[in-house]
């Protein structure tokens, strides 16, 4: 693996609790070797070995790393935090997909609203 993938992995695990997109990713890594091209081809690479997940919210992919169990957000439509939630369609897909005859390849749920801050303003 490249020095600038270590850099991006490590950048992942700092920030484990929460996903980032390319260009935070690109910010963070602190490498004069650096470009946001190569923070994108590096993302299309890990999520392809499945090393860490993706999920688009409008235009925008946010990645996290895959060792941590599959997530949805919440995202304050305000200040755009985006608060990790847990997983819970996925015990209910099975039998969801059985039933309508559907093979199911992905999944992603975003719910949108105000986040505690946001909603007293």
Not at 89 to 114: M, R, S, Y
């Amino acid at each position: 693996m490249t020095k600038q993938r270590k850099a991006i992995v490590e950048t992942l695990k700092q920030n484990s609790n929460k996903a980032l997109s390319a260009e935070m990713i690109y910010q963070k890594v602190e490498s004069e070797n650096l470009n946001l091209s190569t923070v994108y081809r590096t993302m299309d690479k890990l999520t392809e070995a499945e090393l860490i997940h993706k999920t688009v919210v409008g235009t925008v992919a946010y990645f996290y790393l895959a060792e941590n169990e599959h997530k949805h957000f919440m995202i304050c439509t305000n200040c755009q935090k985006m608060i990790p939630i847990g997983c819970l369609i996925q015990k209910f897909l099975p039998d969801l997909a059985e039933k309508n005859h559907f093979k199911v390849t992905g999944h992603d749920i975003t719910i949108f609203g105000l986040c505690e801050e946001c909603s007293v303003l």
